[in-house]
């Protein structure tokens, strides 16, 4: 298997392969079917392509999402994006936003959830300035996220705690 985990230093190796480069970013905290789908999507944008996926850091995740946060180390979350046939890359960073991670990699496709909008997507004005476009995949066709999993995760503890029941 290629090795798919880079740093900041191959970002120059990768852009010299001559294929279009799809950018997208997440926690990928507990990876489910809606990540799986989307990620599916992002490689499929167009043919020719390298898809990099760029993952918060531990301290990113907890920054953003608050404690508690992440579920799984990056340690972790890497080993299970690193199984998906989607990915080509995976390049962590640990500040609030990807925002240097896209300067450096300067992909032809910047690519989000449509919860965003495409004007608020970070790195969104650097991609369209340098002749690449930004696009965002439906979300409604997963209807999951990792928030809605520990949601009902700590509903169904707090029940059978509730009901004095305990599934083990």
């Known amino acids: 298997m290629m090795k798919k985990v880079i740093c900041i230093d191959d970002v120059s190796e990768i852009r010299s392969k001559e294929k279009n480069i799809i950018f997208t970013n997440g926690c ?7 990540h799986v789908g989307y990620l599916r999507q992002c490689k499929n944008i167009v043919d020719n392509n ?8 531990d301290y990113s995740v907890y ?3 608050g ?4 579920i799984n180390t990056l340690e972790n979350r890497i080993k299970v ?3 998906l046939i989607s990915v080509d890359y995976i390049i962590s960073f ?3 936003t990807p925002s240097l991670v896209i300067e450096q990699l ?3 496709y910047l690519v989000k959830g449509n919860d965003y909008d495409i004007t608020n997507i970070v790195g969104s004005e650097f991609v369209l300035s340098h002749g690449g476009f930004v696009i965002t995949i439906p979300i409604e066709l997963f209807s999951v996220s990792t928030s809605s999993i520990i949601k009902k995760i700590k ?6 705690n509730e009901d004095n029941s305990y599934i083990i």
């Open 155 to 160: 509903q169904t503890i707090q029940k059978n």
């Open 63 to 65: 920054m953003n999402k």
């Open 50 to 57: 390298i898809l990099v996926v760029g993952i918060n850091s």
């Open 28 to 34: 990928f905290d507990i990876l489910h079917a809606g």
């Open 106 to 108: 300067c992909p032809k």
């Open 67 to 70: 404690q508690g946060r992440p």
């Open 94 to 96: 640990n500040e609030l």
């Open 81 to 83: 994006l690193e199984e």
